[in-house]
């Protein structure tokens, strides 16, 4: 029987969403169907107050004509503080069904206006408890509840510094490192917990622990503190509502009493020492004697800044157990977690009283096997626990986090013996975003590095887009984020994370338009081509990721100031040549003793002003700002051309002789069409010429193989991919990486290090690779015409020959898509999932319409297909949703025989343009010989007669005749 049914419901990308300040939240929806071809053509949302309530909503939309079912806003009255809402969904289609309602979800808004806020800021009186001091600070407050029954209660909390929360002796809600980083002199989130379970009637108590997070602590590698205050606070506010209306509030005031406990240390970069024998056993509880404590006092930091959580928290998302236990050539007593792992370790032990265990963090031993810290620069890593001395005790660190592998152990109970490793977890750490993209492929240590770059992003995506997480740094970097974000939305839903990054951003973005080189901003420094673009490109990558129109709204201020910001620079016109930049970062051809690689910093700083006009012209015209769209469009071809003015010598060549200079001219579309093909060509001896081997850094690597694959050079792309010996991706795999490093050679072939001043083993930058391994190996991406997946672009490209299979899925929001391919002998057999209310765009590379089966059928029999064309790469297919296995003769270089020196991508387009002759006139290229019987002049006189226009035919003769020479 013929379903239609509604899944998934998600308000601003999520289930379930409590404590949102957003007025108009905006509402998404799957459609499940079990016919090909599904089409949504309707939808009514209901919302209401209660479950038993939507026969008299709120708001009901009603019958809507419309494809639409992601990011459809709120329509209702306007939303009300401390607020429940529930919502359900229900659909048509074009075949004429009608949905059941879907099972209802909700949203819960949180405190929308500064002047509901009772709660006080407070901390320990400055008379009684040393400010400055390094104990993490603990606040309580005893309180009764005699109101009656309970029917709900809700904390809303937040902390200059990192904090936890405790009621009556159990831990608050699962977040880690609360209230998260943002730029915390204009934005400050506070968290919404429900507590209705932990409380009771008659006595309750209320505890906060608070420590020096990223507000007070150590941040940057120059050794400074307090870059947003020098003193802690807590600001929470618990709301009890009870059966008969009646609300109870208990906030922060200087009531509260305050006192230091058992963490004696806790920062960022140098780990936690903790005293288990200065525990105060119940002091979260109801009951303890608190004489002891100390007074607390009122700071006034006010709550104009404050924000409800923006970013999908952090936490523990996974544990892994230790693989080995080593005793290293210099005699330390080693735990081998057997993963470059960002989180922290959690430990049981039976010890006598004030015996201190000590656990170092690296990400990698010497080549004699030795614990190695070098790379960590002045970062401890070192996390010290004193027993208390009472039956097994656990214990792991409440206010750091470390980037590791390895963990060096010291004090533990017998050690000598050997570690025990069941005492021993690593729980993994990082904002829990849901998990969206796969890949895997025929080659294994392609999928160890596909594994690489997912664990690089786990590690480095705590609350901001990190560069490492193990160092003295650990900063948002907006030149490494801008080039991974492609990659980094494919992996996860990133939606919230960079919605909330780029909101900082904006917040540290100077008023002439300046963008910071790191956000949040703790380093002071601005402008920088490539980084300083994370203001245009990270919100067109989201839009791309998810149709997400409001972000560029939002952000569309930001974009078009940094744009104008650069239109101000430089000496010439449409070329900025001022200032510093980093230029092409760490690649392999920068000179002795420079970070900087060998292509022109202006070069770099022209291509980048470029891209971001094209990008903020787009964003306006989506907009509905007509002028904005022209002038900027405009200007973006300006760029162009002066870019060619300055850099593409009139025979059509690239002034530097770098990969990176012809990578950003092809891949951000400076140059002429007709000097396409031999920027590429060049492009592609150059990597021949290296023997394969690449010499790029931050800006080129990105987007080396879509300049290739994209130009006919998909087999050197592929190869380079495969090359495992250095510099190339897979050499770090085959050396044991478990993450993506920062240098090609991070670990030398001889065991050696790259040098101790930046070396980090976990670095996501060189990981957006992946996005280039999804889109082309696999053939997956969205179409920017229509965003969000809601047109899907299948165009698998196997003709580099060396993998035999390869697929990637990703669960959009508007299901499942997927893409694969694999050769059963002869044949290529291709698979498609598209999700209902989605089409697809497939290429059937190298096919002839004729052939392909699809499902047993041929193509023009085939349930799903909307239309089909033979194109000069192979079959292009139309599709609405539903699972589609396609199968057709798998293209064979046979014409190899008579062009041996031809490379792999060379022979597919010169395969596809015989594919058009052989269309129209069979035989006929055969008959030329490939061009070697017949002159170029006879053929141009077009024998084809009416089957391909004259300018069409002297196309593909031209095409020809390149390929030839």
Same mark, same amino acid.
């Given at each position: ?271 936690? #020492? +903790?005293? =288990? &024998?200065? /525990? ?5 509880? @109801?009951? !303890?004697?608190?004489?002891?404590? *100390? ?88 996390? #010290? +626990?004193? =027993? &208390?001395? /009472? ?5 792991? @660190?409440? !206010?750091?986090?470390?980037?590791? *592998? ?560």
């Amino acid at each position: 029987m013929d379903s239609l049914k509604i899944y998934g419901l998600t308000v601003e990308y999520r289930t379930q969403l409590l404590g949102t300040d957003v007025r108009r939240p905006r509402i998404s929806w799957k459609l499940g169907s079990d016919r090909k071809g599904t089409v949504q053509e309707a939808y009514r949302i209901q919302v209401a107050s209660g479950l038993a309530d939507f026969d008299s909503p709120l708001w009901d939309s009603g019958r809507v004509e419309s494809n639409e079912s992601v990011l459809i806003p709120y329509d209702g009255p306007e939303a009300q503080s401390r607020t429940r809402y529930y919502y359900r969904v229900k659909a048509w289609d074009a075949f004429g069904r009608e949905s059941d309602w879907s099972e209802a979800d909700w949203w819960e808004t949180a405190l929308l206006s500064a002047d509901e806020w009772q709660a006080q800021w407070i901390t320990p009186d400055s008379r009684a408890i040393d400010p400055a001091a390094e104990p993490a600070f603990l606040l309580r407050k005893p309180f009764d509840l005699s109101g009656g029954d309970i029917v709900s209660a809700r904390i809303y909390a937040t902390a200059a510094g990192v904090y936890e929360l405790h009621l009556n002796g159990s831990k608050v809600g699962d977040d880690e490192l609360a209230p998260g980083w943002t730029s915390y002199n204009s934005r400050l989130q506070y968290q919404t917990y429900d507590v209705t379970a932990l409380l009771r009637e008659g006595g309750n108590a209320l505890g906060a622990t608070v420590a020096n997070g990223w507000y007070k602590g150590r941040l940057g590698w120059e050794n400074k503190s307090n870059h947003y205050g020098d003193r802690r606070a807590v600001l929470v506010q618990l709301h009890v509502r009870y059966r008969d209306g009646a609300e109870a509030v208990i906030a922060c005031d200087e009531s509260w009493k305050a006192a230091t406990g058992p963490v004696l240390l806790s920062e960022l970069y140098d780990g936690e #020492t +903790y005293d =288990a &024998r200065r /525990e105060w056993a119940g002091w979260s509880e @109801p009951g !303890f004697d608190d004489a002891d404590w *100390r007074a607390t006092e009122r700071l006034d930091l006010g709550y104009a800044r404050l924000v409800a959580q923006e970013n999908v928290p952090t936490r523990v998302t996974e544990t892994l157990k230790p693989v080995a236990a080593i005793r290293t050539p210099e005699g330390d007593a080693v735990l081998d977690m057997g993963q470059n792992m960002v989180g922290r370790i959690r430990l049981s032990v039976a010890a006598p009283a004030g015996t201190a265990i000590k656990l170092t963090h690296a990400e990698v031993l010497d080549k004699h096997g030795n614990f190695y810290m070098g790379n960590i620069r002045t970062a401890k890593q070192t996390v #010290t +626990y004193i =027993a &208390r001395g /009472e039956g097994t005790e656990t214990y792991a @660190p409440h !206010f750091t986090f470390q980037g590791f *592998r390895y963990v060096k152990v010291e004090g533990f109970p017998d050690q000598e013996n050997g570690l025990p490793l069941d005492a021993f977890t690593g729980e993994v750490m990082h904002s829990d975003m849901q998990r969206t993209g796969s890949f895997e492929c025929s080659d294994e240590l392609v999928n160890r590095l596909q594994r690489n770059i997912v664990w690089g992003q786990r590690g480095n995506f705590l609350d901001v887009p990190t560069d490492c997480p193990q160092r003295d740094e650990r900063l948002g970097w907006t030149g490494d984020a801008q080039v991974f974000a492609p990659t980094a939305l494919f992996n996860y839903n990133g939606a919230s994370f960079f919605a909330k990054w780029l909101r900082d951003l904006k917040a540290d973005q100077l008023p002439d338009g300046s963008v910071p080189f790191v956000v949040p901003n703790i380093l002071q420094g601005y402008n920088a081509a490539a980084w300083s673009d994370a203001a245009t490109v990270v919100p067109w990558a989201l839009y791309v990721s998810y149709g997400d129109k409001r972000i560029l709204a939002e952000q569309y201020g930001s974009m078009k100031a940094w744009v104008d910001y650069i239109r101000g620079q430089g000496e010439q016109e449409h070329i900025w040549n001022t200032g510093f930049h980093f230029g092409d970062w760490l690649a392999l051809d920068a000179k002795e003793g420079s970070y900087m690689g060998a292509t022109p910093n202006h070069m770099v700083t022209a291509a980048y002003f470029a891209l971001s006009a094209r990008i903020l012209g787009d964003a306006a015209r989506l907009l509905g700002f007509a002028e904005d769209a022209a002038y900027y469009g405009a200007l973006a071809k300006r760029i162009a051309a002066a870019y060619r003015d300055e850099f593409i010598t009139p025979n059509g060549r690239v002034a530097s002789q770098t990969q990176t200079a012809h990578i950003i001219a092809l891949v951000f579309d400076l140059v002429e069409p007709k000097d396409r093909s031999r920027i590429a060509r060049d492009l592609n001896e150059m990597i021949v010429d290296n023997d394969y081997h690449l010499t790029t850094g931050f800006v080129g690597t990105p987007f080396l193989c879509f300049a290739l694959s994209d130009n006919g050079y998909h087999e050197t792309a592929v190869k380079l991919l495969l090359q495992q010996t250095y510099p190339s991706w897979l050499y770090s795999v085959a050396k044991g990486a478990t993450t993506i490093w920062e240098h090609w050679d991070g670990i030398k072939p001889d065991g050696s290090f790259w040098s101790d001043d930046m070396n980090s083993f976990n670095h996501y930058a060189y990981g957006a690779v992946g996005d280039w391994m999804y889109r082309k190996i696999a053939g997956l991406a969205p179409d920017p015409a229509r965003p969000g997946y809601k047109r899907i672009r299948i165009e698998s490209d196997y003709t580099g020959g060396r993998l035999s299979h390869a697929r990637t899925s990703y669960e959009s929001m508007y299901g499942k898509v997927a893409s694969g391919w694999t050769f059963a002998g002869d044949v290529v057999e291709l698979r498609a999932t598209i999700p209902a209310n989605a089409t697809a765009s497939i290429l059937l590379r190298g096919a002839d319409a004729d052939q392909v089966r699809c499902g047993g059928v041929g193509l023009a029999d085939a349930e799903g297909i909307v239309s089909l064309r033979q194109e000069a790469e192979g079959v292009r297919v139309e599709a609405g949703s539903g699972v589609y296995v396609f199968t057709y003769a798998r293209p064979q270089a046979s014409y190899r025989v008579y062009h041996p020196g031809m490379r792999l991508g060379e022979l597919a387009r010169w395969d596809a343009a015989k594919r058009i002759f052989d269309s129209h006139a069979p035989g006929f290229a055969d008959n030329l010989g490939y061009m070697e019987k017949l002159p170029l002049a006879a053929a141009a006189n077009n024998p084809m007669g009416g089957g391909l226009s004259q300018a069409q035919f002297e196309a593909i003769v031209a095409e020809l005749q390149t390929l030839r020479e």
